[in-house]
C-alpha cells in the first residue's frame, strides 16, 4: 500500500502555495498518496476565479469575498508583493526558468492523483459555497475526516 | 496506546492558532494524545491577559510585553487586520456561523487532555515569568522535552 | 539506525529561523539525523553576506538578489520588524539571555551533523548559484530528493 502525505493548505500567498504544490507533486511522483487539505486562505486555491461568491449570506462574507477574489492566478506573495509587483515579477521569473504556473501545478497535481479537499467550516464562515469552488475539489470535509487521514500519513505539513 | 500528535504554536495570528485548536481538538476527539507547544508569538496564547508582565528584567523585554499584550481574545489576523477590524469582523463570522470562540476552543482542548506546554527559552528571552501564564499551561519545557515528544508522534504540525 | 527529522526552511525571518534551528539542533542533540532543506525566502539563510548573486542572469533576479540580500545576520523578524529595530532589539534579548546568535546555532547544527540542502528550483528562480552560497551547505537537491528523505522522517515540519 502506498505511503500517505497530507498537506495543511492554510495560507493563499502564491509563494507558499506554489511550494505547498510543488512538494504534493514531488511526493505523488515517489507513489505516495497524497492529500491537500484547503482550510481558510488556502480556499482562495480552490475558488473559481469569477465574481461574488454565491455563499455569502451578509455584508461582512461579502467582503471577505471581496477581499480574497479567489482563482489560483490572483494570490498575492506573502513578502514584497507590493500591489502585484512582486507578484507579476515572479510569475515571469517562474517562466523565464521553465518552472511551471499554478494552475499548470494543479492540472499536474490532479494527473498524479493528489486529492483536493475543501475544509467545511472554513467555507462556512467566509460564506464560500460548493459552486464557488472548482471541480478539481473532491470532498468538502470536516476536520475529523483531516485527522484520520493525517494519522495515516507518513508526512503532514502546514503550509 | 494512543497515537500522537504534537503542535508547534509559533504563531500568535488568531487565524493560525485558531487552526491549531481546531486540529489539536480535532485529532483530539479522534482517540489521539495531542500536546501544543507553545513558542515565541505563540506564547500570546497562554499569556494571562492583563497589564505589564512579572518577568520583564528590562525596557526591550517591557516593550515586547506591551506589544504582546497577550490573552486569547486580543490575537490579531495574520492578514487583513486593518487595526483590529478584520478580527473583529472574523470574530462575528464565527459566531454568526456557530464556530466556538478561541476561549471555548482552549476549554474544549482541556477537556479532551490536551496538554499545553510553554517554551522556556522564548519566556526568557521575551521576560515572561510563569505567573505571566494562564493556569492551563502543564509544564514549562526545554527544545528537548518537545524533541522527545515529537519524536513519539505520528502527526507533527509547525503553525 | 537513528530517527530522521527533515525540516523545510521556507522562511527567511529571523524568528521562524531561529525556531528551525532550536528544533533542528533539539533533535540531533537527542540522537536524531536533521535535515533542513531551505527553499524559497529560507535561501538567504545559506546565502554569503556580500554583494550582488554570481547567478543573476536579468534585472527582475538582480531585484530579487537585492531585496534578498543573503546573509544569516540580515534577516528580518516576521511581526514589528520595524526597519530593522525589531531584529536589533529581538538580537539584543537573545544575548541579554544567552541564546546564541545564529550564526552560532548554524555552528552548532554542523558540529551536530545537521544536514544543509538547498533546493535547486528556488536557485534558478532567484538567479542564485552555487558560489552564492555559503560552504556548509552540503547538497543542491531538488524536490525528489527532499521527498525522498522525508518519507523516510520521523519528525516533517515546514517553517
Given at each position: 500500500m502506498a505511503e500517505k502525505a497530507t498537506i495543511v493548505v492554510f495560507s493563499g500567498d502564491l509563494d507558499k502555495v506554489l511550494a505547498a504544490f510543488v512538494i504534493a507533486t514531488g511526493c505523488a511522483a515517489q507513489g505516495m498518496e497524497v492529500t491537500m487539505f484547503y482550510t481558510f486562505w488556502g480556499l482562495n486555491v480552490v475558488k473559481k476565479d469569477k465574481g461574488p461568491i454565491a455563499g455569502a449570506k451578509n455584508w461582512m462574507q461579502k467582503m471577505m469575498g471581496m477581499m480574497n477574489r479567489g482563482g489560483i492566478s490572483r494570490l498575492p506573495l506573502s513578502k514584497f508583493n507590493m500591489a502585484g509587483m512582486g507578484r507579476s515579477m515572479m510569475k515571469k521569473l517562474m517562466k523565464k526558468t521553465n518552472v511551471a504556473p499554478l494552475s499548470e501545478m494543479l492540472a499536474m497535481a490532479r494527473d498524479l492523483d493528489v486529492k483536493m479537499w475543501a475544509c467545511k467550516m472554513s467555507m462556512d464562515v467566509m460564506g464560500v459555497?460548493?459552486?464557488?469552488?472548482?471541480?478539481?475539489?473532491d470532498k468538502i470535509v470536516g476536520v475529523a475526516a483531516y485527522a484520520a487521514e493525517a494519522q495515516q500519513s507518513k508526512i503532514n505539513l502546514f503550509i
Open positions: 459555497a460548493k459552486e464557488d469552488l472548482i471541480p478539481e475539489v
